[in-house]
């Protein structure tokens, strides 16, 4: 981990603490006292300034897609580092939560984020524990107020130099179906240099993200998630060859 990434997360900590122990308790213990279009703003200034003070330079393609969609929807995203919700989150200033691992519960602060956004937690061994929470996103939607993000390949990618991307799970796809929401697949490439040395030749550190034309429900209604989510992460793996390829050229300048 380089001195660069120590040192700001050493300048954050006094706004994170204060931030943990004083607002972030409340909405973690009592999240329904408190709009979750209140919560999230919190969370999204917050997370807004960490941003910014450790210097990364995110480029964002097409972020109309998200900024301007009408109603809550259904996202998909390849998973690279655990800063990839946090892009997303800055972006959007309409509330938006992600599915975690249930083992993300137990890391302080991220703990509080996830209690704070309405976020939920996820056992990869549990099919029917899925299932019933896969429903409770699709009844979150239908509500309009939040929208949820889903890492479709179950984990995070733990290969630095694999580009392309683990299996996706078509079943994830489930609470835009049952909800009859659109879908935002994102291609994303850089977030897992954010906390590791440099590789040779780079002079920063830079992420790259591409959010792709949503996918309509009334245009994948009728398809089956075994034909749509193929599409999605073939679309995905070939965006993110061209978003390391500019990566890496933005990071060489």
């Known amino acids: 981990m380089k001195a660069y990434f120590v040192l700001g997360c050493l300048k954050l900590a006094p706004r994170i ?16 006292q408190t709009p979750i279009e209140v919560r999230y703003k919190k969370v999204r200034d917050l997370l807004i300034r960490c941003v910014k003070v450790l210097h990364l330079d995110v480029k964002m393609h097409h ?3 998200l900024t301007e969609h009408e109603g809550s929807f259904l996202g998909i995203s390849n998973h690279r580092s655990f800063f990839d919700p946090v892009f997303y989150i800055c972006l959007s200033e309409k509330p938006i939560a992600f599915v975690a691992k249930k083992e993300a519960f ?7 984020i996830i209690s704070s956004l309405d976020c939920l937690l996820i056992d990869r061994e549990d099919v029917l524990l899925q299932l019933r929470l896969f429903k409770q996103i699709s009844e979150r939607l239908k509500k309009n107020d939040l929208s949820y993000f889903i890492f479709a390949e179950g984990t995070r990618m733990r290969n630095p130099d694999q580009l392309q991307t683990l299996p ?16 935002i697949f994102v291609s994303s490439y850089g977030s897992h240099l954010i906390s590791r040395k440099k590789p040779k030749g780079f002079k920063k550190r830079n992420i790259t993200i591409e959010f792709h034309k949503p996918l309509k429900y009334k245009d994948f209604k009728d398809k ?8 999605i992460e073939k679309i995905t793996n070939e965006s993110i060859v061209k978003l390391a390829q500019e990566n890496n050229s933005r990071n060489l300048k």
């Open 106 to 112: 137990d890391i302080p602060f991220v703990r509080n």
């Open 63 to 65: 972020p109309e897609y």
């Open 168 to 183: 996706y799970k078509d079943g994830a796809l489930k609470p835009a179906y049952w909800a009859e929401k659109d879908i």
């Open 224 to 231: 089956p998630t075994t034909q749509v989510m193929p599409m």
């Open 17 to 32: 603490l204060f931030a943990r122990f004083t607002w972030m308790r409340k909405y973690t213990k009592h999240p329904e």
